[in-house]
């Protein structure tokens, strides 16, 4: 133990060397405490981040982590594979000229007759005129007859179409009624049927293995493999009206954007990988009530620059990078205030932050006022907004400024915060349009039907049968958003699609489609 001198007998020059030393000593203690100070803010700082994390991660509910295929994926992939065969046949027949199709070898399909016990309609198709061009008046010979099986909600039925022979008795010709087109030429399902099967894959999520368990118990014996050749066919047939509304919503200034994953089979493997499906939609402010969907490989941004081509508006997104680009060619950014309010949210449920209670607060003033002019027209809205609004959202901005520098970077709150302020300009650019809205919540109700379907669907066999779905529940989901039932909304257009012109194609899209046009069904 070092022995302490003694004061009285020190000189003044051993004095001051003893004050330098001491004082020496301290600022070095002072440096270490500092230094351990500073350490301690940053541990704290860590720890609360990866709490905040780890509370974040709790809230998840994570899906199977296995790829591997089991029993029921494979009946999944089975249909898959034969929706895809039965379009890329259908689009071979759209593709060849009238003499290749009279060239086409005629096969006679072998189908299971009709339950007997099935109630039936017949359905009488006879010339307008019986008489010959010769003169001679014709006589009925016979007759060819037909069944298709129908389906209204609840109940099979069974069309019985008779097609009667007229000859005539002088020059021996011979005179038929045309047979009726079809979606599928020769088939026996009904356009009500087809939506049926479209309805329940698409808008019910329930695929097909479990369909043709459905048909079974109702005494009809329908192979998967049969309805997947149907949702196929009709797939590729419905896929120019899902364009059509593609060109009609990009005519609009104002859209939504998202995305969500969904599973898709390597090709060659048996394992999946993640594909993605954008949304795209009108806002809830626009006369317009439509969403479309594009199915893609992956996550990159090239898709959403593919999809909005030449576009120039304004667009609703989260802060995915895929859409930066677009930003610099004339695209306007419009940030989302709920992903902002988000980061708070997550922020209060981890620690009870008070800053971030604070922060929700602000935001939900900001909410309250959008409730109030949701029935405003956009003029009347964006004055409302800027009266209203507007200084609380400046107020907001001030206040997270001012907290911003009293928090530790790295923290919690301080992601929180940095995210807001760093898209500022972005998150309150709704305050000068009326027409477009503070977040982008309606998207991402529209992009739900697949979060639900994937949990029966589990992947997606092929980027084909990927942009099959996409097509289909395209067309689904905007007859919903226009207060249409999506089955009688497919079955009328299923059953005039044969005979709509291409130049008259957008008067089956769903805003413009009148149910009243189901009366010649």
């Not at 898959?80 to 000229?97: F, G, K, R, V």
């Not at 060109?247 to 898709?264: F, G, I, K, Q, R």
């Not at 009326?434 to 980027?463: C, H, K, T, Y």
């Not at 989901?477 to 709509?500: C, E, F, I, R």
Request: charged content about 25%.
């Amino acid at each position: 133990m070092t022995q302490r001198p003694d004061i009285n007998q020190l000189s003044a020059d051993q004095l001051r060397a003893l004050a330098t030393e001491l004082m020496d000593s301290l600022d070095a203690k002072d440096q270490v405490l500092g230094r351990k100070e500073r350490e301690l803010v940053r541990s704290n700082a860590i720890i609360k981040k990866l709490t905040h994390e780890v509370a974040i991660l709790k809230r998840h509910k994570y899906a199977r982590r296995s790829e591997q295929l089991d029993a029921v994926q494979g009946k999944l992939l089975d249909e898959l594979i034969d929706s895809d065969l039965a379009a890329i046949e259908a689009e071979l027949y759209q593709a060849m000229t009238e003499e290749q199709k009279a060239a086409r070898p005629k096969q006679k399909p072998k189908r299971t007759p009709l339950p007997p016990e099935l109630p039936r309609t017949l359905i009488h198709h006879e010339p307008e005129n019986i008489q010959c061009c010769c003169g001679y008046q014709l006589k009925r010979i016979g007759e060819d007859i037909s069944e298709k099986l129908d389906y209204v909600p609840g109940e099979f039925t069974v069309e019985r179409h008779i097609r009667g022979k007229w000859a005539c008795g002088k020059c021996e010709t011979l005179i038929q009624a045309p047979v009726p087109p079809q979606v599928i030429d020769k088939g026996i399902p009904t356009a009500g049927l087809l939506a049926q099967v479209l309805v329940a894959k698409y808008a019910d999520h329930l695929p097909l293995y479990r369909q043709e368990r459905i048909f079974g118990r109702a005494g009809l014996e329908i192979p998967r493999s049969t309805l997947a050749e149907w949702v196929g066919a009709c797939g590729v047939q419905l896929q120019p009206l899902a364009d059509a509304l593609r060109n009609t919503l990009l005519e609009h200034n104002v859209l939504h954007a998202d995305e969500t994953p969904v599973s898709m089979l390597a090709p060659g493997k048996k394992k999946t990988h993640k594909a993605y499906v954008w949304a795209y939609c009108t806002t809830p402010f626009s006369d317009l009530k439509a969403t479309v969907y594009d199915f893609a490989p992956s996550r990159a941004g090239e898709h959403a620059r593919i999809f909005l081509g030449d576009w120039q508006g304004k667009l609703v997104c989260d802060d995915y990078a895929g859409y930066k680009a677009g930003f610099g060619n004339g695209i306007i950014e419009i940030g989302c205030m709920a992903h902002a309010r988000r980061k708070f949210y997550d922020l209060h449920e981890a620690n009870k932050s008070e800053l971030a209670a604070k922060a929700l607060e602000y935001i939900g003033g900001l909410y309250e006022i959008e409730r109030e002019t949701k029935d405003l027209p956009p003029d009347k809205r964006r004055e409302f907004r800027q009266t209203r609004a507007k200084p609380l959202a400046d107020a907001l901005h001030q206040w997270m400024l001012a907290h911003r520098q009293k928090v530790p970077d790295g923290s919690g709150t301080a992601k929180a915060l940095d995210y807001s302020l760093k898209r500022w300009e972005a998150l309150t650019r709704y305050l000068d349009d009326g027409a477009v809205p503070i977040d982008n919540n309606w998207v991402e109700n529209q992009i739900r039907p697949w979060a639900l379907g994937r949990s029966n669907w589990l992947f997606a066999g092929s980027l084909r049968s990927g942009q099959r779905a996409a097509a289909v529940m395209t067309l689904i989901q905007s007859a919903k958003l226009n207060g249409h039932d999506p089955y009688a909304y497919l079955k009328d257009v299923l059953t005039w699609l044969p005979t709509q012109k291409n130049n008259a194609i957008d008067e089956l899209l769903p805003h413009n489609w009148k149910p009243a046009i189901t009366s010649n069904v």
